[in-house]
T-cell receptor, first 115, second 109 residues
Framework: DAGVTQSPTHLIKTRGQQVTLRCSPISGHKSVSWYQQVLGQGPQFIFQYYEKEERGRGNFPDRFSARQFPNYSSELNVNALLLGDSALYLC??????????????FGPGTRLTVL | RKEVEQDPGPFNVPEGATVAFNCTYSNSASQSFFWYRQDCRKEPKLLMSVYSSGNEDGRFTAQLNRASQYISLLIRDSKLSDSATYLCVVNDSSYKLIFGSGTRLLVRP
């Protein structure tokens, strides 16, 4: 089975631009989470979506938004990019709530560079 | 205080050595616990879940002490391929993973 997929793999933008990152979860997984990982740090939680509804939001500004589609894929949007938004953006999917695990499985990430 | 704290290392050990990593977490209501492994410029990959009773997977043993809010990972007979960053991870709700900053392990020949 395919794992979590993300696109694009790399992206270069300039300050003030907007970016959209995409994620497809593992087949059968209905939950998608987004994390930001800057160099030298662990991933930081941005959002989780379950059944197209936002279940949780981390401590990120309103420039960050996301949505989930009927096929459970997801997009993360970041507006008005800042240099500090340069990071690896990770998407993770997790099994349905009635499963016996809450493990999250990560995609390969999108590496965003803001110049 | 950070929610999940780890020694950043690096731990530089010879092949065959035993190495232990420790982690503390601040939220006593945390529900589940994991160790993830992350190779350079790659995504985190689940190494193992951590249970109060302790669990072992081959050369890897994980322990959880809820009273002390402490998690450990022991790697026996280190291999060159074990070189990576090990992330201590706590799930404090049904959806949010909180990561430590990671402990870097270098296994030398």
């Amino acid at each position: 089975d395919a794992g979590v997929t993300q696109s694009p793999t790399h992206l270069i933008k300039t300050r003030g631009q907007q970016v959209t990152l995409r994620c497809s979860p593992i087949s059968g997984h209905k939950s998608v989470s987004w994390y930001q990982q800057v160099l030298g740090q662990g991933p930081q939680f941005i959002f989780q979506y379950y059944e197209k509804e936002e279940r949780g939001r981390g401590n990120f500004p309103d420039r960050f938004s996301a949505r989930q589609f009927p096929n459970y894929s997801s997009e993360l949007n970041v507006n008005a990019l800042l240099l500090g938004d340069s990071a690896l953006y990770l998407c993770a999917s997790s099994p349905p709530q009635n499963s016996d695990t809450d493990t999250q499985y990560f995609g390969p990430g999108t590496r965003l560079t803001v110049l | 205080r950070k929610e999940v704290e780890q020694d950043p290392g690096p731990f530089n050990v010879p092949e065959g050595a035993t190495v232990a990593f420790n982690c503390t977490y601040s939220n006593s209501a945390s529900q589940s616990f994991f160790w993830y492994r992350q190779d350079c410029r790659k995504e985190p990959k689940l190494l193992m879940s951590v249970y109060s009773s302790g669990n072992e997977d081959g050369r890897f043993t994980a322990q959880l002490n809820r009273a002390s809010q402490y998690i450990s990972l022991l790697i026996r007979d280190s291999k060159l391929s074990d070189s990576a960053t090990y992330l201590c991870v706590v799930n404090d709700s049904s959806y949010k993973l909180i990561f430590g900053s990671g402990t870097r392990l270098l296994v030398r020949p």
